[in-house]
């Protein structure tokens, strides 16, 4: 089974949880931005949480789908359309298992809300495994599909490269009006998906009380404003200048860092490393984010405010499971309701 | 796929690995290798079982990694090696709940998920291993010879290296080549060394505006280390050389051709040299 690719959208990538192991090689995870909505995504087609989907930034992708199949998107508020062989249009919601018909198309359009979307086939996107992930690593062109972005007129294999998690239960059969758009009632709901607050918990890092005490202060008083060069690799932010760290970063070395690292260099503008960071860095790492707000910032838009708040590793932890529980229940939910 | 770079630390005597062995099938490492007398193995620097003054220690990074910090040791031998030990242990034996390790310069950053394994049993696990590695001897390194087209094209800020320096071009050629160098880590970007052990007397700052690309291969120093691009990139560092080595390949076992740990040596080599091994690294890689 293919998706063919009409127009690509802004930035559109296969991409699924990551890799891990290799960082001793340099090869840091890369990933989904907003890995639980790509999760949702994945468990609401029936797949495992972690096979490969597609992530597309802003503006969405355009895809045909020759064969009939069931598609899910999540993630930011994207408007979906559906146009069928016939030429008939259908508005589609995010966050529910969707019947695209064959020869219909897809259309991702623009994001309102939040910057990244998620789209899961049936079977994932079937794409060779590379260094223990299917997700494309831009900057190094590996991965992924040929290592890039994806382009008009590629066609993308997808199926069969998952367990189906929900086909244990009910295989995956087409619904019996194969030839519509069919809208399942259950989606994710919204107290799961990542919710755009702002809020960032921080949790001190090594060099934490190399800023000066004013510093520390602004770092939680003060609103921070994510600024147009973030990427996938990081979030840069503008607010209070950071200070205290100049005269102590002479001796410092490269040291590893994580998705989350806050860095301060000496700009004192802090950049929040992402899925594509590097995996050792320079600059001093006042702070990370809890685990729980990795995806949040996964969505944040150039403009968009945050506002940290210091937190213990305890607590963090406990947010962490609460969520993951969620989402255990959430996957139950879908095996016990079948198909529709 | 192709044989040559495999973990080091159980041989009796340093191997030595051409760098172009990656490029080409018929290179084997060198059967008698005669290490310089600057590399022989390290001896401990404490009698086995003896406690080094101040153990490592380990603090949180996020909520899901922690970070083991060499403090006392520094960059010295022994401490380097326990590093590597650390990372080595940790991939051959893993630890359930641990999805990473990777070493830099004076720490360990060891990665895990959180549902999985709770920190603080994490944290003693990892001391009781750091303990079961103070005893071992450190094993020899592995060397690895890299040819290098130095100047010209490939080296584009060789002379300005000179000047800094106040020697002839020709002196810096002879002095990146005769020194040893040691693979601190590997970061930044995907197989990219940070090399240890460039002559003081060759220290430079970075260069004051980066370039746009640096081509991949690129040799380059800055401050007192030696880095070696794998891909086409932006950099900062003074590019002195360039080798037709391949330093990433995705497809390859291991991926990266050089391995935090591994001395490595610069062999000059002219343009037509250069050409010739680029061309069948082209062939070879296939990609």
Request: proline share 10%; glycine share 12%; charged share 20%.
């Amino acid at each position: 089974m293919t998706l063919h690719v009409v127009t690509p959208g802004a930035l559109t990538t296969v991409q699924d949880l990551g890799r891990q192991g290799f960082r001793r090689h340099g090869i840091g995870p890369g990933g989904a931005m907003d890995s639980l909505s790509l999760r949702i995504a994945n468990l609401l087609v029936g797949n495992s949480h972690d096979a490969a989907g597609l992530e597309f930034t802003f503006l969405g992708p355009t895809l045909r789908f020759p064969h009939g199949c069931w598609v899910a998107v999540a993630g930011a508020a994207f408007e979906l359309t559906v146009t069928d062989g016939d030429g008939q249009r259908t508005s589609v919601p995010v966050g529910h298992l969707l019947w695209i018909p064959a020869n219909a198309t897809l259309t991702c359009g623009a994001a309102t809300a939040g910057c990244r979307g998620y789209l899961a086939v049936a079977g994932g996107i079937a794409v060779p495994m590379v260094l223990g992930g299917r997700g494309t690593d831009i900057r190094s062109g590996f991965g992924g599909w040929h290592g890039r972005p994806l382009r008009a007129g590629d066609a993308i294999p997808c199926g069969r490269s998952t367990s189906q998690t929900l086909a244990e239960a009910s295989p995956m059969t087409p619904p019996p009006d194969r030839g519509r758009v069919k809208v399942d009632p259950r989606s994710a709901s919204r107290k799961l998906l990542p919710r755009p607050t702002g809020l960032i918990r921080l949790i001190p890092g090594p060099e934490y009380d190399w800023l000066s005490a004013s510093s520390l202060q602004r770092l939680v008083r003060q609103a921070f404003t994510v600024t147009p060069d973030s990427d996938r690799m990081g979030c840069r932010i503008a607010g209070p200048t950071l200070a205290g760290i100049e005269e102590r970063m002479a001796g410092m070395v490269s040291q590893p860092v994580s998705s989350g690292t806050v860095q301060v260099p000496p700009s004192g503008q802090p950049i929040i490393l992402l899925a594509d960071h590097p995996t050792t860095g320079g600059y001093p790492r006042i702070g990370h984010v809890a685990s729980i707000d990795l995806p949040a910032l996964g969505q944040a838009r150039p403009g968009d405010t945050l506002q940290f708040q210091i937190t213990a590793i305890p607590e963090a932890h406990a947010l962490l499971f609460e969520r993951e529980s969620a989402l255990e229940r959430f996957r139950h939910g879908l095996l016990r309701g079948g198909l529709r | 796929m192709l044989p040559l770079a495999k973990a080091p630390c159980s041989h009796d005597t340093p191997e030595i690995f051409h760098g172009l062995g990656c490029l080409s099938i018929s290179v084997v490492p060198v059967s008698k290798p005669r290490p310089p007398a600057a590399i022989e193995p390290q001896r401990p620097l404490w009698p086995p079982g003896m406690v080094p003054p101040r153990p490592p220690s380990i603090v949180p990074l996020g909520d899901a990694a922690v970070l083991i910090r060499f403090e006392s040791a520094g960059a010295d031998d022994r401490s380097h090696w326990q590093r590597m030990a650390i990372v080595e242990r940790l991939t051959s034996d893993p630890i359930a709940g641990v999805i990473d390790a990777a070493a830099a310069f004076d720490s360990v950053g060891v990665f895990f998920d959180p549902t999985r394994i709770e920190s603080d049993r994490l944290i003693s696990l990892l001391k009781h291993r750091l303990a079961d590695i103070e005893s071992l001897p450190s094993p020899p390194p592995r060397i690895v010879e890299i040819p290098v087209c130095y100047g010209g094209d490939h080296g584009p800020d060789l002379d300005a290296v000179a000047q800094h320096a106040g020697i002839a071009a020709a002196e810096v050629v002879r002095l990146h080549a005769a020194a040893v160098h040691r693979v601190a880590m590997v970061g930044f970007a995907p197989g990219f060394p940070y090399l240890t052990g460039l002559p003081e007397q060759l220290a430079i700052p970075r260069r004051r505006s980066p370039r746009t690309t640096v081509a991949a291969g690129t040799v380059a120093i800055a401050g007192l280390q030696t880095g070696i691009y794998p891909r086409a990139s932006p950099g900062g560092w003074n590019c002195i050389g360039r080798t037709a080595c391949l330093l990433f390949d995705p497809f390859r076992e291991p991926p990266t051709l050089l391995q935090a740990g591994d001395m490595v040596r610069m062999v000059p080599i002219d343009r037509a040299a250069f050409e010739a091994q680029s061309a069948t690294g082209v062939a070879m890689g296939g990609r």
